[in-house]
């Protein structure tokens, strides 16, 4: 009897240990629930890195459920609204006062409401691969299930319900797993509003620019957030992930009106408690959904993903594994190729009834700007400036037109000699503003008297350097060049920095909370490109390294728009091209890593969501349907809590597809190409039917260049810097044209057109005739190039789609020079046929053909 007992009571001892603890396993993940007297808690969480477990040292499991029986309602404490004891955001800056209340309320900074923090207290093994908790609560019971996927093994697939017991609003938090301590963490982001290595204290640059890490466990929004995901990598480069359900984000434009401002779902890197673990709130505390009767189920999914590498392997996991970004470009197609688009706006460009061209005499000198109807402080509907110096002298170049070249350029060219100082004193040199004021006779900056560095850059550096490299024995310019870069090396610190502004009357310091984190450092790169002059190399590395170090590393950095108090905006994409060029002249490979990791931070600022669909909606009454008008693809003028997609989404000036382009042919990450080729193709319901030239916000659809005429310049600029990225990618090297200067401001596309191209050896120049080449399938581009003895006629056709396609191609040669071509050699084969004027075409899905005329 004695022994019998022992045996029974082994047994019910080994059946009561199996019940308290459940468990999920596979070949990446370990984890498992203990019971305890406060609830079920996990007991170990481990992921396989290489051949080895690696045991998460503060495991969890905790819940939390927010309610109210009121709808939150309040602003933030004062201390929030202060910079440096001033007031924040400063009344000046009143594009900013909405924008920061909507992100400074207890709801956004997870305040709002009680917080029932619980370890449930059922749970169940259903399977292997499932287990099922419960907890009862007053207010609700909470059920969570918890399955491994059976796809990608390092991710948790969870499902919440919630089943109320009383009315009220009601918000769900996702499970912390683990919790991790700030000295094991690596980097932390939720794409399109922060990213850092540290955490930040001071709020307003943590929270409101995103520099480092916010210690506020704040609530993000689907409307500014890049991908809708929160990413923290631990020091041992294990990278964590909560992602809502790709559904569960709000619709920006439901069926006929823009709805982009509503808040379903929101992330964010810490629990309500601030332990350091991302996680999904769903729904958002008093809004719409979480108002809730009694007795209403309420469920919802995420997924907590593990991968074994940096945070931007992740975020590709989570972009095309859970967001199913890529197959979204098989929805993709054009009513209009890219190269059709830059003959349209071309015709618009040249007359200046439609593009605005405004001719006024300043100091003697006959200037000309298009109107500009933006925001600028002074302005009284007089503002013009001019955009793109470098695509201007491209088209006039490629189309030979006396419209650009005698009606046009020398009166924009004497626009920008008039827009940079020269006579004595601090800032001489300087560009004194963008913008001219015709009734007032002045230049000024677009948000107060002040001059800026990186202005000097960009205005004088940039549209000279780009101008000289068309007009390369132009002394006066080679003078005004070296006038601008002696000042860069002026106002540069001993440590290689520069400050953001100078007032323009007392020369103090302006916005001195803030670093100059943008690519200033630039111009002084043209400097020595074009100068030859060392000492500028010199001085550009120096602010390269300090731009490296401080912001690069970092993940903080600033825009170059004033009117939002310089948010991070694409001038982030634009320093990813700053750093390439650097390498391109240095050769050291320091500045082309810094290339690309700014340039996978800036992935961040690309929308992967919502997912693109063949629902029919509206707009402005015509039907559409979804993929067509969809944001995912797209990028912000500026994101995060601060920027313009806060209001009006993202924009459709896609600087960075050729440099994203590029980055993939040096990386091998094919998520550079896939963002590239989602901004450019298939957007033609943001044209405007007379003009081509597209919308900038992506809220306006189809108002064209609205109050923006310059913007086609750009638009032009980036359409050729993306096509002939794509041209040397394909062709691996055999077609490739040297590339200028990047344009001022709004991104990292390049100039073309200064110096003949490499086609399979031969030298060309690129030309732009409307009518010359026709196609009929608008998913075939364009490009057309002749030989400098004007012998051979280069076509270059690129497939923008990844299916096959056929067409045919009618060339006009009365359009070029009249001389009739006789045969027609395939370069990217070995056929040589008859040229007939109408040429058939079959390319491979994303195929090139080059074609030569003899």
């Given at each position: 009897?004695?022994?019998?007992?022992?045996?029974?009571?082994?047994?019910?001892?080994?059946?009561?240990?199996?019940?308290?603890?459940?468990?999920?396993?596979?070949?990446?993940?370990?984890?498992?629930?203990?019971?305890?007297?406060?609830?079920?808690?996990?007991?170990?969480?481990?992921?396989?890195?290489?051949?080895?477990?690696?045991?998460?040292?503060?495991?969890?499991?905790?819940?939390?459920?927010?309610?109210?029986?009121?709808?939150?309602?309040?602003?933030?404490?004062?201390?929030?609204?202060?910079?440096?004891?001033?007031?924040?955001?400063?009344?000046?800056?009143?594009?900013?006062?909405?924008?920061?209340?909507?992100?400074?309320?207890?709801?956004?900074l997870n305040t709002a409401g009680t917080a029932l923090s619980f370890y449930p207290q059922k749970a169940v093994q259903v399977n292997n691969n499932t287990v099922r908790f419960v907890y009862d609560a007053p207010i609700a019971t909470v059920t969570t299930i918890v399955s491994l996927d059976d796809i990608y093994k390092g991710d948790l697939i969870i499902k919440q319900q919630l089943q109320t017991k009383k009315a009220g609003y009601f918000s769900l938090a996702s499970p912390t797993l683990?919790?991790?301590?700030?000295?094991?963490?690596?980097?932390?982001?939720?794409?399109?509003?922060?990213?850092?290595?540290?955490?930040?204290?001071?709020?307003?640059?943590?929270?409101?620019?995103?520099?480092?890490?916010?210690?506020?466990?704040?609530?993000?929004?689907?409307?500014?957030?890049?991908?809708?995901?929160?990413?923290?990598?631990?020091?041992?480069?294990?990278?964590?992930?909560?992602?809502?359900?790709?559904?569960?984000?709000?619709?920006?434009?439901?069926?006929?009106?823009?709805?982009?401002?509503?808040?379903?779902?929101?992330?964010?890197?810490?629990?309500?408690?601030?332990?350091?673990?991302?996680?999904?709130?769903?729904?958002?505390?008093?809004?719409?959904?979480?108002?809730?009767?009694?007795?209403?189920?309420?469920?919802?999914?995420?997924?907590?993903?593990?991968?074994?590498?940096?945070?931007?392997?992740?975020?590709?996991?989570?972009?095309?594994?859970?967001?199913?970004?890529?197959?979204?470009?098989?929805?993709?197609?054009?009513?209009?190729?890219?190269?059709?688009?830059?003959?349209?706006?071309?015709?618009?460009?040249?007359?200046?009834?439609?593009?605005?061209?405004?001719?006024?005499?300043?100091?003697?000198?006959?200037?000309?700007?298009?109107?500009?109807?933006?925001?600028?402080?002074?302005?009284?509907?007089?503002?013009?400036?001019?955009?793109?110096?470098?695509?201007?002298?491209?088209?006039?170049?490629?189309?030979?037109?006396?419209?650009?070249?005698?009606?046009?350029?020398?009166?924009?060219?004497?626009?920008?000699?008039?827009?940079?100082?020269?006579?004595?004193?601090?800032?001489?040199?300087?560009?004194?503003?963008?913008?001219?004021?015709?009734?007032?006779?002045?230049?000024?900056?677009?948000?107060?008297?002040?001059?800026?560095?990186?202005?000097?850059?960009?205005?004088?550096?940039?549209?000279?350097?780009?101008?000289?490299?068309?007009?390369?024995?132009?002394?006066?310019?080679?003078?005004?060049?070296?006038?601008?870069?002696?000042?860069?090396?002026?106002?540069?610190?001993?440590?290689?920095?520069?400050?953001?502004?100078?007032?323009?009357?007392?020369?103090?310091?302006?916005?001195?909370?803030?670093?100059?984190?943008?690519?200033?450092?630039?111009?002084?790169?043209?400097?020595?490109?074009?100068?030859?002059?060392?000492?500028?190399?010199?001085?550009?590395?120096?602010?390269?390294?300090?731009?490296?170090?401080?912001?690069?590393?970092?993940?903080?950095?600033?825009?170059?728009?004033?009117?939002?108090?310089?948010?991070?905006?694409?001038?982030?994409?634009?320093?990813?091209?700053?750093?390439?060029?650097?390498?391109?002249?240095?050769?050291?490979?320091?500045?082309?890593?810094?290339?690309?990791?700014?340039?996978?931070?800036?992935?961040?600022?690309?929308?992967?969501?919502?997912?693109?669909?063949?629902?029919?909606?509206?707009?402005?009454?015509?039907?559409?349907?979804?993929?067509?008008?969809?944001?995912?693809?797209?990028?912000?003028?500026?994101?995060?809590?601060?920027?313009?997609?806060?209001?009006?989404?993202?924009?459709?000036?896609?600087?960075?597809?050729?440099?994203?382009?590029?980055?993939?042919?040096?990386?091998?990450?094919?998520?550079?190409?896939?963002?590239?080729?989602?901004?450019?193709?298939?957007?033609?319901?943001?044209?405007?039917?007379?003009?081509?030239?597209?919308?900038?916000?992506?809220?306006?659809?189809?108002?064209?260049?609205?109050?923006?005429?310059?913007?086609?310049?750009?638009?032009?600029?980036?359409?050729?810097?993306?096509?002939?990225?794509?041209?040397?990618?394909?062709?691996?090297?055999?077609?490739?044209?040297?590339?200028?200067?990047?344009?001022?401001?709004?991104?990292?596309?390049?100039?073309?057109?200064?110096?003949?191209?490499?086609?399979?050896?031969?030298?060309?120049?690129?030309?732009?005739?409307?009518?010359?080449?026709?196609?009929?399938?608008?998913?075939?581009?364009?490009?057309?190039?002749?030989?400098?003895?004007?012998?051979?006629?280069?076509?270059?056709?690129?497939?923008?789609?990844?299916?096959?396609?056929?067409?045919?191609?009618?060339?006009?040669?009365?359009?070029?020079?009249?001389?009739?071509?006789?045969?027609?050699?395939?370069?990217?084969?070995?056929?040589?046929?008859?040229?007939?004027?109408?040429?058939?075409?079959?390319?491979?899905?994303?195929?090139?053909?080059?074609?030569?005329?003899?």
């Open positions: 009897m004695k022994y019998l007992f022992i045996v029974l009571f082994s047994l019910f001892a080994a059946s009561l240990s199996a019940q308290q603890k459940v468990a999920l396993a596979n070949e990446r993940l370990q984890i498992e629930w203990t019971a305890s007297p406060e609830g079920w808690k996990i007991s170990r969480m481990a992921f396989k890195k290489a051949n080895q477990w690696v045991p998460q040292l503060w495991p969890s499991g905790k819940y939390t459920l927010l309610y109210t029986a009121e709808k939150p309602t309040g602003n933030s404490p004062t201390s929030f609204k202060t910079v440096a004891g001033t007031p924040w955001p400063d009344t000046l800056f009143h594009y900013l006062k909405n924008r920061w209340a909507d992100a400074a309320t207890p709801v956004a683990f919790t991790i301590p700030e000295k094991d963490m690596k980097w932390t982001t939720v794409p399109g509003y922060f990213q850092g290595r540290s955490f930040e204290k001071n709020i307003t640059l943590g929270y409101a620019y995103g520099q480092g890490v916010p210690e506020v466990p704040a609530l993000y929004r689907e409307r500014g957030a890049g991908t809708l995901t929160s990413i923290i990598t631990i020091n041992n480069n294990i990278s964590v992930a909560a992602t809502p359900e790709p559904q569960l984000g709000r619709d920006p434009w439901r069926h006929d009106h823009k709805t982009n401002n509503e808040w379903d779902v929101a992330v964010s890197h810490k629990n309500r408690n601030g332990a350091l673990f991302p996680t999904v709130y769903y729904p958002v505390l008093g809004e719409p959904l979480s108002q809730l009767k009694k007795d209403t189920l309420l469920q919802y999914g995420l997924r907590i993903s593990f991968v074994n590498g940096p945070w931007d392997k992740m975020l590709e996991h989570v972009v095309n594994d859970i967001n199913h970004f890529k197959e979204q470009l098989a929805l993709r197609n054009n009513t209009q190729s890219l190269s059709r688009r830059v003959e349209r706006m071309y015709q618009y460009l040249i007359d200046p009834k439609t593009s605005l061209v405004n001719f006024t005499n300043y100091k003697g000198l006959k200037i000309a700007g298009q109107s500009y109807r933006g925001g600028v402080i002074g302005s009284q509907g007089d503002a013009i400036k001019n955009s793109d110096y470098g695509a201007m002298w491209m088209l006039a170049n490629a189309t030979n037109d006396p419209l650009l070249k005698d009606s046009l350029l020398p009166y924009a060219l004497n626009f920008k000699l008039v827009q940079q100082q020269t006579d004595t004193g601090f800032f001489k040199g300087a560009a004194i503003g963008q913008y001219y004021l015709t009734k007032r006779k002045k230049f000024v900056e677009e948000w107060g008297d002040f001059v800026e560095p990186i202005s000097l850059t960009y205005y004088v550096m940039l549209d000279i350097g780009n101008i000289l490299l068309f007009e390369p024995a132009n002394k006066e310019l080679q003078r005004r060049l070296r006038l601008g870069a002696d000042l860069l090396l002026q106002w540069q610190k001993t440590n290689g920095s520069w400050d953001v502004a100078y007032d323009r009357f007392t020369r103090k310091p302006l916005f001195t909370d803030l670093k100059d984190l943008r690519p200033t450092f630039y111009g002084l790169l043209v400097a020595a490109r074009i100068l030859k002059d060392e000492k500028y190399l010199v001085a550009a590395k120096k602010g390269a390294d300090w731009f490296i170090k401080n912001a690069v590393d970092n993940g903080a950095f600033i825009g170059v728009c004033g009117d939002t108090r310089y948010a991070p905006d694409f001038a982030t994409g634009q320093s990813a091209q700053a750093l390439l060029d650097l390498f391109d002249m240095t050769h050291d490979k320091k500045y082309q890593d810094a290339a690309i990791a700014t340039a996978k931070i800036y992935c961040s600022s690309i929308m992967t969501h919502p997912q693109a669909s063949e629902k029919t909606k509206l707009v402005k009454g015509i039907s559409r349907k979804d993929w067509q008008i969809e944001q995912s693809g797209l990028s912000f003028e500026h994101g995060g809590i601060l920027g313009s997609s806060n209001d009006h989404g993202p924009i459709l000036l896609c600087s960075h597809a050729g440099m994203f382009v590029r980055m993939f042919q040096l990386t091998g990450d094919s998520l550079f190409i896939e963002m590239a080729r989602a901004a450019a193709i298939g957007r033609d319901v943001f044209l405007d039917e007379q003009t081509s030239v597209a919308s900038y916000y992506w809220d306006v659809m189809s108002q064209g260049a609205g109050p923006y005429p310059h913007h086609a310049w750009w638009q032009i600029g980036w359409i050729t810097d993306y096509l002939l990225a794509e041209t040397r990618y394909r062709t691996k090297d055999q077609v490739q044209f040297p590339r200028g200067f990047v344009t001022p401001k709004v991104g990292p596309h390049q100039s073309y057109g200064f110096q003949p191209g490499l086609i399979y050896g031969t030298n060309a120049d690129l030309v732009i005739r409307n009518g010359l080449v026709e196609c009929d399938n608008p998913d075939v581009e364009y490009i057309i190039a002749q030989s400098k003895d004007k012998k051979k006629v280069f076509l270059i056709l690129l497939n923008d789609i990844n299916k096959p396609v056929s067409g045919n191609i009618r060339i006009q040669w009365n359009k070029l020079d009249g001389r009739q071509r006789t045969s027609v050699t395939t370069l990217t084969g070995t056929a040589t046929t008859k040229a007939d004027e109408t040429q058939s075409l079959q390319l491979e899905p994303y195929g090139v053909k080059v074609l030569a005329f003899q």
